[in-house]
């Protein structure tokens, strides 16, 4: 009896001989088929995991309004969400605070505000008290350098002999039960399109780590396709440039 995977035939001595590696493979399988139904996700879906994946279009935007207004999130609980009767949250932000906003779902837009210490917030923001900001389609290469930090992922983003382009080297992790740590690696020379990088762009492999990086003020939105390390890794997310000391 014969086994095909990726290509290749086993034998049964040989699938016996290498049964650890295929149950991993195919838990493996199984986590890109599940991660991959975030496109099937609701419309009115807004949060944190999703949120560096489910577009493709970041944009920097203001708070609007009088000083020390508060502006809610809201939900996406449910199917009436965010419009709909009880789907204001208790969290908000206040006129002059900034935001990242990706997709828009009737008269909102979903947003992510990071504060300077502390975690994300991201939810339904009314359209209405957003000012769009025109982001920097040609940013200076000190924008790019540095370290970028999102919880204990790095990236880090030096000059390249190639001129115009920047080596980009990363690590993630992903900790489960116990000692039980799931690692990933960037490692790649490449020029930017205007305020996007694109790592693996080129890579046909069916398994490639392809990662996105959009430049946006001081922020790093980052999201990669999940391939990009051990079980559960992802470098998605946005990052801050880690301060100098």
Request: hydrophobic share 35%; aromatic share 12%; glycine share 10%.
């Amino acid at each position: 009896m014969k086994f095909v995977l990726n290509s290749g035939e086993f034998t049964m001595t040989q699938f016996i001989r290498n049964f650890v590696f295929l149950l991993t493979f195919t838990v493996f399988i199984l986590t890109i088929q599940v991660s991959a139904q975030l496109e099937g996700n609701p419309d009115n879906f807004c949060r944190n995991g999703a949120f560096p994946r489910e577009s493709k279009d970041f944009r920097l935007a203001r708070i609007t309004g009088k000083k020390g207004d508060r502006v809610y999130f809201y939900g996406d609980e449910r199917e009436d969400c965010p419009g709909g009767k009880d789907c204001r949250l208790k969290s908000y932000v206040i006129a002059g605070d900034e935001v990242i906003v990706s997709r828009t779902f009737g008269d909102y837009a979903c947003g992510w505000f990071q504060p300077v210490k502390g975690a994300e917030t991201v939810g339904w923001i009314k359209s209405e008290n957003l000012e769009i900001l025109e982001p920097n389609r040609n940013p200076s290469v000190g924008n790019w350098l540095g370290e970028w930090r999102f919880y204990d992922n790095s990236v880090e983003i030096t000059t390249s002999k190639t001129r115009g382009s920047f080596v980009v080297t990363g690590n993630a992790t992903w900790k489960g039960l116990g000692d039980n740590v799931h690692v990933g690696e960037l490692d790649e020379s490449v020029k930017p399109v205007e305020n996007l990088l694109k790592l693996g762009e080129n890579d046909n492999e069916e398994y490639a780590c392809k990662v996105s990086m959009w430049l946006l003020g001081k922020y790093l939105v980052v999201s990669d396709n999940l391939r990009c390390g051990g079980l559960n890794v992802t470098f998605s997310g946005v990052y801050q440039k880690k301060l100098k000391k």
